[in-house]
């Protein structure tokens, strides 16, 4: 039941995660920002909205969003949260779980290459550049945590990786959430990866790939991004947090006010830092496949 609370609450409370990162670059800019619900009624008024499709594009254009929305949808479904358990849940299921946010990447990935368009071609490339490091990163810091806690499911790990916080487990878990900070900013297509808010050509990354989808389309891509960012919190929170109350409901809580934690700290540092010279992307993913790797070494030792 609990579960299901927490995949509620995703699926409800996502797309303010959008809210409170804009909310809180306007508080540290001195500007007065959007509402904090902005992002339900873009979803609203999308959703309101037909869809045109170029005469060059094919049925893969039209099947890229709802494809990529069901693959992160089932990839939430598997995701703990504050100590109890997801959806579904079975050994190896970070595994699937990287392979279906994969699958939502491929599918966009092919939906831009469909559209014939250099320019989203060039942001196709873009993404998958960086999404081979990124992927590497994700599987081998959830990887670590399996080893350290001997367990071979998320549900499993999470459960056990602050069971007592003066575990060896502990410092490992800090360097994986560190590095699981950089890969959330890669993947979300944030600061300093990416600016989902520019549509200057040459820094675009992901926003480019979906500049041919409107309406409901665009809502669903929009969606399973909101959704996406919330999967990537709640793995940094049950990380970051190192301690469980034992309490469902509370911890529960804790848990929820880790996650929009988590999006104020996104909200910082876009305002603290620029976006990197394209170039230097991979050096700061494998600046986090090296902190991964020194948590392995951790836990070998």
Request: no cysteine; net charge neutral; proline share 3%.
């Amino acid at each position: 039941m609990t579960s299901i609370i927490n995949l509620l609450l995703a699926l409800m409370l996502s797309p303010l995660l959008i809210g409170v990162i804009n909310r809180t670059k306007a508080k540290i800019a001195g500007r007065r920002g959007q509402p904090l619900l902005q992002p339900y009624h873009d979803l609203v008024k999308l959703m309101k909205k037909g869809s045109v499709y170029s005469t060059t594009t094919t049925r893969v254009f039209r099947l890229g969003p709802v494809a990529s929305l069901a693959a992160v949808l089932v990839a939430v479904t598997m995701v703990p949260s504050g100590g109890m358990g997801g959806v579904f849940s079975f050994a190896g299921d970070f595994v699937f779980m990287a392979y279906l946010l994969g699958l939502a990447r491929f599918v966009t990935v092919i939906a831009a290459l469909d559209t014939g368009s250099a320019f989203e071609g060039m942001g196709a490339s873009r993404e998958v550049q960086f999404a081979i490091l990124a992927e590497i990163v994700l599987l081998l810091g959830l990887a670590v945590l399996a080893i350290g806690t001997g367990e071979t499911s998320l549900t499993g790990i999470y459960g056990k990786l602050w069971v007592s916080a003066a575990s060896a487990l502990g410092p490992a878990s800090l360097l994986v959430a560190f590095a699981f900070l950089i890969i959330l900013l890669t993947e979300n297509a944030r600061i300093p990866v990416d600016d989902p808010n520019t549509h200057l050509e040459l820094t675009m990354i992901h926003e480019v790939m979906v500049l041919d989808h409107g309406g409901v389309d665009l809502a669903f891509i929009q969606y399973g991004a909101a959704l996406k960012l919330w999967l990537f919190a709640a793995l940094l929170t049950g990380l970051a947090i190192p301690f469980r109350t034992g309490i469902v409901s509370l911890d529960m809580m804790v848990n929820t006010a880790g996650i929009f934690a988590a999006a104020i700290l996104v909200g910082f540092i876009e305002s603290g830092m620029a976006r990197l010279r394209l170039l230097n992307v991979p050096q700061m993913l494998i600046a986090a496949l090296a902190v991964t790797v020194a948590s392995l070494l951790w836990i070998l030792r």
